[in-house]
């Protein structure tokens, strides 16, 4: 079997998005819509990933840079599609299959292509029918039905441009072939470029047959040179990764409302409900339930771990069922064990609570450990940046920090110790015990409250 060589068209600007990012790196579902397709195109296993940049180049590269082993070739010249598959093809062998594919198609599935890149055709083009055919290249056949070529929408005829199949810009050919039609290319259109559509014409010039597949599901093939196309991408792709969720069995009480910016693994009878959204690498235990309007990104929650409505976690791991929330927020580094309570507004960041320690109010918790059963009041805020550095606040087990009170790390809390309301902790608190640290309270004899002076 041939060795596949896969070339990704990734120089254009897309200057219809109006948008200072290039249009490969326009967000989908989170994420640049180019990594959603090289993504694909690493299933196929190919013997080499070749992304032509152009427009932006540093910007894609740095895009890019997770994945070493793909090969960047510059077009430094934008003059057409056939001009930047020339650039790739010096690295490519002549015996070897090449899959041409444009940068912002992020729907295709692997199957599909797997599917399409395994035609023996010299040369062979991925077609679909267009319900609105505007923009793309028309697919012209002979009283036979075979392929002649493809005609650009700027360069067809009125008749051409009522054909509704159309090209998708993905091709799959061989390498020795293809390399030598693309030397052969002219400009002579309305935009001065060299297309590699116009293969099409000169492969049935030599004689050779070209094979047109026709795609089951457009929408797979769709790309984006503006921002309501983008949107109408950003609806097929959420609507498929609800769907797969709704298969795997979540719940969902009103899936259109339910947003999926990355990949999540969710166990039995996991509920997503109203206006969830679950970004990066997400994965919900058995009976997770996110409330409406919570946002989840980056986190692991256990099974039996309840998400009321708007909270936004982010980098949080529960070891057991929680309830967090509501209006609760949870930064990177929050741990938690089973039975913690972190209730409305409460911020937590790089904090480890043990099992069925609660926060239940109003309070701020950074850089802590605290212990199993602790109570914080509302209120309670640990003081963990000193204007250059932070520091560990440490709360035992069974602790009982009365509400209104600031623990100035670094700073220790004993074991079944207890701070009384309002004070303000700088020193170790030992075990046991009742520490309060507040001024008393005295009454001044004789003081008015001052009084609104009058305008003149």
């Given at each position: 079997?041939?060795?596949?060589?896969?070339?990704?068209l990734?120089?254009?600007?897309g200057?219809?998005?109006?948008?200072?990012?290039?249009?490969v790196?326009?967000?989908?579902?989170?994420?640049?819509m180019?990594?959603?397709?090289?993504?694909?195109?690493?299933?196929l296993?190919?013997?080499?990933?070749?992304?032509?940049?152009?427009?932006?180049?540093?910007?894609?590269?740095?895009?890019l840079?997770?994945?070493?082993?793909?090969?960047t070739?510059?077009?430094?010249?934008?003059?057409?599609?056939g001009?930047?598959?020339?650039?790739?093809?010096?690295?490519?062998p002549?015996q070897?299959?090449v899959?041409?594919?444009?940068?912002?198609?992020?729907?295709?599935?692997?199957d599909?292509?797997?599917?399409?890149?395994?035609l023996?055709?010299?040369?062979?083009?991925?077609?679909?029918?267009?319900?609105?055919?505007?923009?793309?290249g028309?697919?012209?056949?002979d009283?036979?039905?075979?392929v002649?070529g493809?005609?650009?929408?700027r360069?067809?005829?009125p008749?051409?441009?009522?054909i509704?199949?159309?090209?998708?810009?993905?091709?799959?050919a061989?390498?020795?072939?293809?390399?030598?039609?693309l030397?052969?290319?002219g400009?002579?259109?309305?935009?001065?470029?060299?297309y590699?559509?116009?293969?099409?014409?000169?492969?049935?010039?030599?004689?050779?047959?070209?094979q047109?597949?026709?795609?089951?599901?457009?929408?797979?093939l769709?790309?984006?040179?503006?921002?309501?196309?983008?949107?109408?991408?950003?609806?097929?792709?959420q609507?498929r990764?609800r769907?797969?969720?709704?298969d795997?069995?979540?719940?969902?009480?009103?899936p259109?409302?339910?947003?999926?910016?990355?990949?999540?693994?969710?166990?039995?009878d996991?509920?997503?409900?109203?206006?969830?959204?679950?970004?990066?690498?997400?994965?919900?235990?058995?009976?997770?339930?996110?409330g409406?309007?919570?946002?989840v990104?980056?986190?692991?929650?256990?099974?039996?771990?309840r998400?009321?409505?708007y909270?936004?976690?982010?980098?949080?791991?529960?070891?057991?069922?929680?309830?967090?929330?509501?209006?609760?927020?949870?930064?990177?580094?929050?741990?938690?064990?089973?039975?913690?309570?972190?209730?409305?507004?409460?911020?937590?960041k790089?904090?480890?609570?043990?099992?069925?320690?609660?926060a239940s109010?109003?309070s701020?918790?950074?850089?802590?450990?605290?212990?199993?059963?602790a109570?914080?009041?509302?209120?309670?805020?640990?003081?963990?940046?000193?204007?250059?550095?932070?520091?560990?606040?440490?709360?035992?087990?069974?602790a009982?920090?009365?509400?209104?009170s600031?623990?100035?790390?670094?700073?220790k809390?004993?074991?079944?110790?207890?701070i009384?309301?309002?004070?303000?902790?700088?020193?170790?608190?030992?075990?046991?015990?009742?520490?309060?640290?507040?001024?008393?309270?005295?009454?001044?004899?004789?003081?008015?409250r001052?009084?609104?002076?009058?305008?003149?």
């Amino acid at each position: 079997m041939r060795e596949l060589h896969v070339v990704v068209l990734a120089a254009g600007e897309g200057k219809r998005m109006n948008s200072r990012l290039p249009k490969v790196l326009q967000p989908l579902a989170g994420e640049p819509m180019l990594l959603h397709l090289l993504r694909t195109v690493r299933r196929l296993d190919p013997a080499c990933l070749h992304v032509v940049v152009g427009h932006a180049a540093d910007q894609v590269q740095a895009a890019l840079a997770r994945w070493p082993e793909i090969r960047t070739v510059t077009q430094a010249e934008r003059l057409g599609t056939g001009h930047a598959v020339m650039q790739a093809m010096g690295a490519i062998p002549d015996q070897a299959r090449v899959l041409v594919l444009p940068g912002d198609m992020p729907l295709v599935r692997a199957d599909t292509l797997q599917d399409f890149s395994a035609l023996t055709a010299p040369l062979a083009i991925l077609s679909f029918i267009a319900a609105d055919p505007t923009g793309y290249g028309r697919i012209l056949r002979d009283e036979n039905r075979n392929v002649a070529g493809i005609r650009e929408q700027r360069d067809a005829t009125p008749d051409e441009q009522v054909i509704d199949e159309v090209n998708s810009g993905v091709i799959a050919a061989d390498a020795g072939r293809l390399a030598g039609w693309l030397e052969r290319l002219g400009n002579d259109n309305s935009q001065g470029e060299y297309y590699l559509t116009d293969c099409a014409a000169l492969a049935v010039a030599d004689g050779i047959k070209v094979q047109a597949r026709v795609c089951d599901d457009a929408e797979e093939l769709m790309g984006a040179n503006n921002m309501r196309q983008l949107a109408d991408m950003e609806a097929v792709l959420q609507r498929r990764r609800r769907g797969a969720l709704l298969d795997a069995g979540v719940r969902m009480p009103d899936p259109g409302s339910v947003q999926i910016r990355g990949r999540v693994q969710a166990g039995r009878d996991v509920e997503l409900d109203r206006g969830a959204i679950l970004e990066g690498q997400v994965e919900l235990g058995d009976g997770v339930v996110i409330g409406a309007g919570s946002i989840v990104r980056d986190s692991r929650l256990a099974a039996g771990t309840r998400v009321e409505p708007y909270c936004v976690l982010e980098g949080v791991e529960t070891r057991g069922g929680c309830t967090l929330g509501p209006f609760a927020r949870l930064r990177p580094g929050t741990v938690l064990a089973a039975g913690v309570r972190i209730g409305n507004f409460v911020e937590t960041k790089k904090a480890t609570f043990a099992e069925g320690a609660k926060a239940s109010h109003l309070s701020y918790v950074g850089d802590a450990t605290v212990g199993a059963r602790a109570n914080l009041g509302a209120g309670t805020i640990t003081c963990n940046y000193d204007g250059a550095n932070k520091h560990l606040t440490e709360i035992g087990d069974e602790a009982f920090i009365g509400s209104n009170s600031a623990l100035v790390a670094p700073v220790k809390i004993g074991e079944r110790a207890t701070i009384g309301a309002g004070s303000v902790v700088s020193g170790d608190a030992p075990a046991g015990a009742l520490t309060v640290a507040r001024a008393r309270a005295r009454t001044i004899p004789g003081w008015e409250r001052p009084v609104k002076k009058e305008s003149k």
